[in-house]
């Protein structure tokens, strides 16, 4: 797996232009004139870190797409992959330095800006949602009000899962349930054969998982809550205010990826096969979960690439207040910016 270890590289290019020139002089018979110059030398990527939530290179695949076939380059940029568990892990890694641009989901972003760190989306690349809350199919439930007094499963305690089902469940009108770390992959479908737990609030690469370990599953998300887009784009608010141009460049190739995959899927395998050569082994696991990821990248509301709602981020803000959290102080209008959206 090709991997770099996590720092932060704050770093503007420079072209250095030479030139010089000499004069020869000719024999007494003839004269000429000599020029030599000096080329200019090739101008320096700029090196930045990107922190996924999630190791899975078909989750993110737009960032692996981007690097492999050169479109980070092409703006100027060298960027290093590092996949995470969970939003929490990616805030934590940029309020450390550690990483420059992350995807954390929205409401750990809300609540670490409640918490004094200056973190900003700058696309929201998942307006159709990344997370289904799921039940096995043999439970009978088929729909989340049938979750009273049930244990959900998520993959990690400060990850954008949690507040996901949390709202799920609310508009289902489900007050008693208790929540319980399990993890992904793995130890996600060993929780639902063990009967650890009755529902499961997913990340689409999970279920697919779980669905193909033999566990059939019945999605009960609902419609209710169709406003909770899923992981976007963020960054440091000094890294955004300090490097407009490196933004702006990677979601234009951000987003050249996404167009260039959804018509080649042979990208996203090369991609795959670079950074995550385990996962790109099962090529119809991968592309039975590339179809399903596919549809969360475009917005149901037919918004340009990256667009951030104001009202869908208002209600994710109030969705944390029902929840208890103390977020009210936040002015959520600033944990978001569309200023550096292609489109714009």
Known sequence: MRKRSLFALLAASSLALVGC????????????????????????????????????????????????QGYFAEEGLEVNIEGLNGSGAVLQAMAAGQADIGSPGAAPTI????????????????????FQLVVPEASGITDASGLEGAVIGIATADGNEKNVAAAILAAAGVTNFDTLVVGEGATALAGFERGDIDAYAASLDTVAYIENGGVPLTNVTGTATAYLFGNGIAARGDYIDENPE??????????????ASLADFELVMQGCEEYSPQEAEDRGMSEALFNAIKDSLVSPDGDVFGYNNPDYWAKVKQDLIDAGEDVEAVDVSTAFTNEFLPSS
């Not at 989750?59 to 692996?64: A, D, E, M, S, V």
């Not at 004094?116 to 990344?130: E, F, S």
């Not at 490196?246 to 167009?259: H, K, P, S, T």
């Open 21 to 68: 020139a000499a004069e020869a002089e000719a024999p007494a018979t003839s004269s000429s004139e000599s020029t030599e110059t000096t080329e200019a030398a090739p101008a320096e990527l700029v090196e930045l870190t990107l922190a996924h939530a999630n190791p899975s290179c078909i989750i993110f695949f737009p960032g692996y797409v981007a690097a492999t």
């Open 111 to 130: 609540l670490a800006n409640a918490s004094g760190q200056d973190v900003r989306y700058i696309a929201n690349t998942a307006p159709g949602g990344l």
């Open 246 to 259: 490196v933004i702006a460049g990677f979601l234009r190739a951000y987003e050249r990826a996404i167009e």
